[in-house]
């Protein structure tokens, strides 16, 4: 059945996207904050067994959005996801490389008893943790400065750049955001799951880290306006045939500001996201972490729109070949494709919401030392 | 231009990758069906030796799980990473069971295998048993979709190539799910799973037997497996690859391929049981053949020819020089020409403008193909027969021994005189087959459908991303270095805790843990 035209399965898919990145950036978020924090919040062996089991149980869900991001794009935006994966090249395989770490460092730490292999483990989940919670943000921080990619003969894609130039200032900057904003969100989460004395630590943690990620995101908005930002030229065909190369665009500085200033309202997305910031922290103060945590999300949300909203259409802009970048009227996937996918994910996607939200019910509560203690044997 | 050594390694890569995953997959699948069933058994009989049963055959599969978890990451990231091309061209229709398999599938086992775990207490014994059938449904499911996508590689129907966006795009749906090619992959692969971990259980649970540690235990996880890996090996070997055969022209070039069938024989063919398949000359020195047998399996009928590889290659001469007439033209529309008689032209041969593509390997310029750059094509567009020839027998072995080894391990857990130490013994050391089985089955499978990555669509040569030999030996050294590293650390946990058994639970009721009077 088809309801919507391709125009708006565009958009719509364009939506879904971003839904899925933000599903990962706040369920898969606080995961990869608590194993930033690990180190630090968890003082002995018990206390970190009590940050890993906070997370224990709902991880695995939590890092299939991940998983899914990558599945979406592929199936909806296949040239979008050829273009950035083969040209990201070494960015995603750091990230993996250090992704693999988690599913063993959570499963196998606690296995045996050995105090070394514990801490090796721990040290891995820092890592697992670490590095992807960094190397999104500078994966977005290269969206926004362009990819130096061109397409060649029957469409090959054929990419300029090298590492260097991935590991650029501009987005090492939005790197070190996605980090402090993910390490934040875990502090939240900390202190919602655990007592005592880690609940303290987070409390300070969120301050810290709630405080960073607003500097820097304040910091990254200055420097946008002098960036290069891009727009399209020549006349758009919202429901042609996907074809990346014909259309004309230029670049300029400030363009990222354009959309910005054609619909005046939406300076609300980087005003929730300081406005989320500030109540993320004088909720975590007053010891609501519930509500806390629900301004961290909302945070969240506002600083990955706010990129969103300055690039759209554009997904990948090509800094090299600039009509040949790819936005959202021309690398999608057929009308058919998308208007099937769109379907199951109606149906699904509610479907994933409930059943999550249902674990998490079944886990709520305190993680203490002597819940850990209880169960020696059977938790991480 | 692209160089053959960056194709070579990035299959090198994904045959790695991908192989490194299958380990840990099929058990997966087959286990979470099995702890289903002890659980089944645990709720229906209130007998808590089925809960600790399902605890324990738990703790390995998590041990499992996690490695098929961080090498499932690859999988799906790596099509866009080192197949660039591939996933431009057909993502529109190979990436949307993908990711029906994300929404529908990993979703639902991921979410659920953390209450598997910790959800004990939590939960009444209904919901746990619920969750445990969710979780071996949501690996099944997921099963499912990737061999849909990996079906429509091997058969590709449902889709057609459009010029304007240069790729090909879904026509039908319906097709593509309903592929015969995936839905006997779909239950090939699982009832392989099945029989994976059947005969996991079977062989820890005859060490254990053979010890004589926790006779109760033990002898019930071996008779749970034993029927279930009898019933499992069956569909393996009954269901088979074989109807998957029928279906287009590079199935039946994988077939003769598997046979080392150089001519189109008087039907019914022979099979050739054993021999040493030699490309060059084309024969199969010192062959040893059953007459008819091999026509029979292949087409069921006695007077229907399996097509000779030497035909097939006559065929594909005749496509190539139409994919070269398909590649002119979609050169003309690329620029522009839009003319009616172009387009009909065009779409009268565009069938086979994947043959056109096989010239890429030996020249830039498609159109202007020399006689012997066309021959070259000709001669590659078949597979390798040696390689093919020699793990298909390797996996038909190690599925007959396992028929053989369920067989006698189903007597020998309903008739307790048969229990004898060889057949406990035969069961401990069978464990290694099914992965063998697997391993070359999807070797079978991928290798089979070269120079293909979809069949007759896409060659495997183009596929490839545009990256340099050097990130290629770095991110496959990589992968190899810290993916043995991880199996080596599998390996002695699961070793780990099958020496300690069921007292791993901490019961208070094991070997181990108190005096066991045999």
Known sequence: MMIFDYETLRIIWWGFLGALIIGFAITGGFDLGVGVLLPFLGKTDEERRVILNSVGPTWEGNQVWFVMSGGALFAAWPTV????????????????????????????RSKLPKPLWRENWDRALFVGSFVPALVFGIAFGNLLKGIPFHFETDMRIVYFGSLRELLNPFSLLVGLISLSMFTMHGAVYLQIKTIGDINKRAVRSVMIFTILTLVLFALAGGWITTLDGYHITSEIFPNAASNPI??????????????????????????S??????????????????????????????????????????????????????????????????NLLFWITVIFLPLIMIYTSWVYRVFRGKVTIEHIRKNNHTLY | MISDAVVELSRWQFAVTSLYHFLFVPLTIGLSVLLAIMESTYVLTGREIYKDMTLFWGKLFGINFALGVTTGLTMEFQFGMNWSYFSHYVGDVFGAPLAIEGLMAFFMESTFVGLFFFGWDKLTKGQHLTI???????????????????????????????????????????????????????????????????AFVLGISAYYMLKGRDSAFSQRSYTIAAGFGLASVLAVIVLGDESGYTDGEVQKAKLAAIEAEWHTEEPPAAFTV??????????????????????????????????????????????????????????????????????????????????????????????????????????????????????????????????????????????????????????????????????????????????????????????????????????????IFLYTIFLLIEMYLMMKYIKQGPSSLHRRRYHFEIDERG
């Open chain 2, 274 to 479: 054993i021999g040493i398949p030699d490309q060059e000359a084309m024969v199969t020195h010192h062959a040893i053949k059953i007459p008819w047998v091999l026509g029979l399996i292949g087409t069921r009928s006695i007077d229907t020819p399996i097509i000779g590889l030497t035909e097939i290659l006559d065929n594909n001469r005749v496509h190539i020089r139409n994919g070269i007439k398909a590649y002119g033209l979609l050169q003309q529309l690329r620029e522009g020409d839009r003319d009616e008689v172009l387009i009909a032209e065009f779409e009268s041969v565009k069938k086979d403008l994947g043959y056109g593509l096989l010239l890429k390997q030996y020249t830039e310029k498609v159109v202007d193909a020399t006689d012997e750059q066309i021959e070259l094509a000709v001669k590659n567009s078949i597979p390798q027969v040696a390689p093919l020839f020699w793990t298909f027998r390797v996996m038909v072995a190690c599925g007959f021994i396992m028929l053989i080894v369920f067989v006698i391990a189903v007597v020998a857990s309903s008739i307790r005189k048969c229990r004898k130490d060889w057949i406990l013994k035969l069961s401990l050391y069978t464990i290694p087959l099914p992965w063998i089985a697997c391993e070359t089955g999807w070797f079978v499978a991928e290798f089979g459908r070269q120079p293909w990555t979809i069949a007759e669509v896409l060659p495997t040569f183009l596929s490839a991303s545009s990256l340099t030999e050097w990130d290629i030996i770095l991110s496959l050294s990589g992968y």
């Open chain 1, 81 to 108: 996801y050829a273009v950035s994966f083969s040209s990201l090249y070494f960015a995603l395989l750091l990230t993996l490389f250090a992704m693999f770490l988690r599913p063993l460092g959570f499963d196998y």
């Open chain 2, 132 to 198: 445990t059938w969710l979780v071996a449904l949501g690996s099944n499911l997921s099963a499912l979709w990737i061999l849909v996508a990996n079906g429509w590689m091997q058969n590709p129907v449902g889709a057609e190539f459009n010029y304007e966006t240069m790729r090909m795009e879904v026509t039908s749906f319906g097709a593509l799910i309903f592929n015969p090619a995936a839905q006997v992959k779909f239950v090939h692969t699982v009832a392989a799973g099945y029989t994976t971990a059947s």
């Open chain 1, 273 to 338: 996201a300081f406005m989320g910031g500030i109540l993320t922290i004088v909720l975590s103060m007053f010891n609501r972490p519930g509500s806390a945590f629900i301004f961290s999300c909302i945070t969240i949300a506002s600083i990955i729109l706010t990129a969103a909203c300055s690039m759209f259409p554009f997904i990948i802009p090509s800094s090299i070949s600039l009509n040949s970048s790819l936005t959202v009227w021309d690398s999608s996937s057929s009308l058919r494709t998308l």
């Open chain 1, 246 to 271: 014909a259309k004309f665009v230029k670049k300029e500085p400030g363009l990222w500001l354009d959309n910005y200033g054609h619909l005046p309202g939406l300076w609300a997305v980087p005003a």
